[in-house]
Each structure stands twice: as C-alpha cells, then as structure tokens.
C-alpha cells in the first residue's frame, strides 16, 4: 500500500515540475530575445518528465486480459 501512496505522491511531483516548467518555457518564449538553447534544453527535460509520468501510469494500472 505504501509503494502505492509512494507512487501517486511522485506521480503529482512530477505533473507540478511538468506544469512549472511549461510556465517558464512559455515566458521564455514572449521574452524579446529568448534564449533558444535554454528554451530546448527546458523543453528536453519536460519530455523526459513526460515520459516518467508515463512509466508511472502504466505501472500504476493493472493490467486487463480480455
């Protein structure tokens, strides 16, 4: 039970960082000279953030055979 908990806690860890650092990509972005390298590498570590969210869903959710 207590990975469980584990898991949904770092689950929503990783959706507020996703969503903070869409934030800051998006400022970034309306900034008058916006820095590209800072702008791909933030967007490089919210793809990754992605796919964690991803690999934890999918362990989270049992798997149905039909």
């Not at 806690?9 to 820095?35: G, N, S, Y």
């Amino acid at each position: 039970m207590t990975n469980e908990k584990d898991n949904k806690t770092r689950l929503e860890t990783l959706r507020l960082e996703h969503r903070d650092l869409d934030d800051v990509i998006q400022r970034l972005i309306k900034d008058t000279a916006p820095d590209r390298l800072q702008i791909q590498r933030l967007k490089k570590r919210k793809l990754g953030l992605k796919d964690q969210i991803t690999r934890l869903k999918s362990g989270s959710i049992p798997d149905i055979i039909a």
